[in-house]
């Protein structure tokens, strides 16, 4: 089984850019893995930001972007908020099967 | 709008069975996959795996075929997870998931089912 790797932890003020990443065991990231990241907030469910790679929920601040870079799938938050601490987590389909990244602990600090 | 609604908590015994449903809204429910993901607590994402809801046919990820079991009563657009024989170790939140093509991906509110004696 596929294993997916995300940064376990990161942390940056207010105002700056960061950009999560999301890699494959089994090579580089496409966008036929249907990409999609989740934001979760203590004691809440996850809520979606953004599927198949680049594509917004009509909730989705327009300070987050995703985007294939380098063979992985990518989060881009630019100008982050405080509100934006949270775990982020990605999600690959290999044919169907879903794995998840272990998830990045964003702290905004 | 993709909405999923799911049953409310549970505690059980260990050896005890629950279920737990998902009502689906906003979309054509047979059109697309339900998928079941659990968060144990402190813990990340996991997919346990999905049913189509057009067939019927479940696909478990693996280390969940045997006490994990889905089905469907689409009279009600519901999906519907079981699990038998508990053990402590199941203890989690189980969310619904469902991804609609250009449209999104819904999560149910969870569902936290607690084993315990």
């Known amino acids: 089984q596929a294993v997916v790797t995300q940064e376990p932890s990161l942390t940056l003020s207010p105002g700056e850019t960061v950009t999560l990443t999301c890699g494959s065991s089994?090579?580089?990231?496409?966008?036929?893995?249907?990409p999609c990241w989740f934001q979760q907030k203590p004691g809440q469910a996850p809520t979606t930001l953004i599927y198949g790679t680049i594509n917004k929920e009509s909730w989705t601040p327009a300070r987050f972007s995703g985007s294939l870079l380098g063979g992985k799938a990518a989060l881009t938050l630019s100008g982050a908020q405080p509100e934006d601490e949270a775990d982020y987590y990605c999600?690959?389909?290999?044919?169907?099967?879903?794995?998840f990244g272990g998830g990045t602990k964003l702290t905004v600090l | 709008q993709v909405q999923l609604v799911q049953s409310g908590s549970e505690l059980k015994k260990p050896g005890a069975s629950v279920k737990v449903s998902c009502k689906a809204s906003g979309y054509t429910f047979t059109s697309y996959p339900t998928n079941w993901v659990r968060q144990a607590p402190g813990q990340g994402l996991e997919w346990v795996g999905w049913i189509n809801t057009n067939t019927g046919n479940p696909t478990y990820a693996q280390g969940f075929a045997g006490r994990f079991v889905f089905s469907l009563d689409t009279s009600v657009s519901t999906a519907y997870l079981q699990i038998a024989g508990l053990e402590a170790e199941d203890t989690a939140i189980y969310y619904c998931?469902?991804?609609?093509?250009?449209?999104?991906?819904?999560w149910g509110q969870g569902t936290l089912v607690t084993v315990s004696s």
């Open positions: 999600l690959l389909s290999y044919s169907g099967t879903w794995v």
């Open positions: 089994t090579g580089a990231v496409t966008s036929g893995h249907y």
């Open positions: 998931v469902t991804v609609v093509p250009n449209s999104g991906v819904g």
